[in-house]
Nanobody, 122 residues
Framework: VQLQASGGGLVQAGGSLRLSCAAS????????IGWFRQAPGKEREEVSC????????HYADTVKGRFAISRDDSKNTVWLQMNSLKPEDTAVYYC????????????????WGQGTQVTVSS
């Protein structure tokens, strides 16, 4: 499966962005999709994950209550709605796929998109 992340940009603190992760080459039905981010000089971290069925979602504590992940397998797309953005949310955001369940382990995600830059100004 190939993943394409998009929707990043420059936004002021308190603003919103919606990231999209579009898949091709396979259907997303049986994949868990995670959103990760990596800021300069920092390790890549998981932001959110949604299971293959969509029945299970996970959020990092730093984004809980502000970000929402969703999926539409008929469109082969997963979204990350980001509200109340903060300067510390600035990073390159990646979507990635692993087999059905959200493992919480970055190394289990076999397929990665190319990343989209999110910059939040103060």
């Amino acid at each position: 499966v190939q993943l394409q992340a998009s929707g990043g940009g420059l936004v002021q603190a308190g603003g919103s962005l919606r990231l999209s992760c579009a898949a091709s080459g396979d259907t997303l039905d049986y994949y868990a999709i995670g959103w990760f981010r990596q800021a300069p000089g920092k390790e890549r971290e998981e932001v959110s994950c949604i299971s293959g069925s969509g029945g299970s979602v996970h959020y990092a504590d730093t984004v809980k209550g502000r970000f929402a992940i969703s999926r539409d397998d008929s469109k082969n797309t997963v979204w990350l709605q980001m509200n109340s953005l903060k300067p510390e949310d600035t990073a390159v955001y990646y979507c990635a796929a692993e087999s059905f369940y959200c493992s919480g382990d970055l190394t289990e995600f076999a397929y990665w998109g190319q990343g989209t830059q999110v910059t939040v100004s103060s």
